[in-house]
């Protein structure tokens, strides 16, 4: 599995794409500057986490990993 770096818009899109639910770590409604989302039927964390965003002062970064697991 690997990580790739990914504009707003295809992260978006991921995250509606993704054929199973998936659960945000911390919350949504909480505000964070790190946030994860997870998909509980691939395992344990680290293994199940499947999207990253983060805020670092004014620059935003998104990150979505691909697996051939996921289909």
Request: aromatic share 14%; hydrophobic share 35%; proline share 8%.
């Amino acid at each position: 599995m690997q990580w790739h770096e990914v504009t707003v818009v295809e992260f978006e899109s991921f995250l509606q794409t993704y054929p199973r639910p998936l659960e945000a770590q911390p919350p949504i409604y909480r505000k964070a500057i790190y946030r994860k989302w997870l998909d509980s039927s691939l395992g344990e964390w680290p293994d199940n986490v499947v999207a990253k965003r983060w805020l670092r002062g004014q620059c935003h970064g998104f990150q979505v990993r691909t697996n051939p697991e996921i289909t």
